[in-house]
């Protein structure tokens, strides 16, 4: 069976993100350069460290907005899905393997791992971050039915400028029968969101956060959604802190 490694480096021509303002972002390709950086750390780490035998894709055509990137990315995976039986791992560039993982063929159902900040919001109790899913060949087909029912929420929903593509998720996650205490797997997603220098304190303040300790952690995510220079600074600084052979 087919294992895949999916990201995307689109182009996105407007704004990424409400608090950065709105409009065409005239710095599209700088943003876009920094995200292949993180990408190419990102899936060297991944040839080290993913176990099994796998293929990656990569999505490289323009959107214009973070809105039709989450559309093109849903349809795509769930386009991939349906065309043969396959595994699907998705990882945002800003996404780094530090340590030997098994995904492929260790579950059963859609998966994701780590809660978001916030943990919860209004209908889902346990909000969990999307940019590591696994979509495995042997999952309910219903689940991509639950998210489908969703996707006209982008012509109109209050979210439609950032969330709504990751509380999609959480509605087909949670749509699975599961207990979250069972489900959850920092280990797997390990939120850095706020690290842009490594200090003992900051470490300590995230390994709280996680509720894991980092030198437990397979995948770090760097969160590139708030600065993208920032983001690939801190995963160099990462490979040298943690003597990642890439």
């Not at 996707?151 to 400028?161: A, F, G, I, P, S």
Request: some cysteine; aromatic content about 16%; proline content about 5%.
């Amino acid at each position: 069976m087919k294992n895949y490694l999916v990201g995307a480096l689109r182009p996105v021509l407007d704004t990424w993100g409400p608090w950065k303002g709105a409009g065409p972002n005239e710095n599209w390709q700088r943003d876009l350069d920094y995200y292949t950086e993180m990408y190419e750390l990102s899936r060297r780490t991944a040839g080290n460290f993913l176990a099994g035998e796998w293929d990656t894709v990569v999505f490289r055509s323009a959107v214009l907005d973070v809105r039709q990137f989450c559309i093109a990315q849903w349809y795509a995976i769930k386009e991939l899905w349906h065309q043969e039986p396959c595994n699907i791992l998705w990882m945002g560039s800003d996404t780094m393997f530090v340590r030997p993982t098994e995904i492929f063929g260790v579950y059963d159902k859609m998966k994701m791992f780590n809660y978001t900040d916030p943990r919860s919001i209004a209908d889902i109790p346990h909000y969990f971050n999307d940019d590591v899913r696994y979509y495995p060949a042997t999952m309910d087909s219903e689940v991509w039915n639950v998210g489908e029912r969703l996707m006209r929420q982008w012509y109109d929903h209050v979210e439609v400028k950032w969330d709504l593509g990751q509380m999609i998720h959480n509605y087909q996650y949670w749509s699975q029968p599961m207990d979250a205490n069972a489900v959850f797997d920092p280990r797997l997603n390990w939120l850095a969101h706020g690290i842009r220098d490594i200090t003992p304190e900051n470490i300590a303040q995230h390994e709280e956060w996680n509720r894991c300790p980092l030198d437990q952690a397979k995948i770090v995510h760097f969160s590139g959604s708030r600065g993208g220079e920032d983001a690939v600074k801190i995963m160099r600084d990462f490979v040298k802190y943690l003597n990642l052979d890439i």
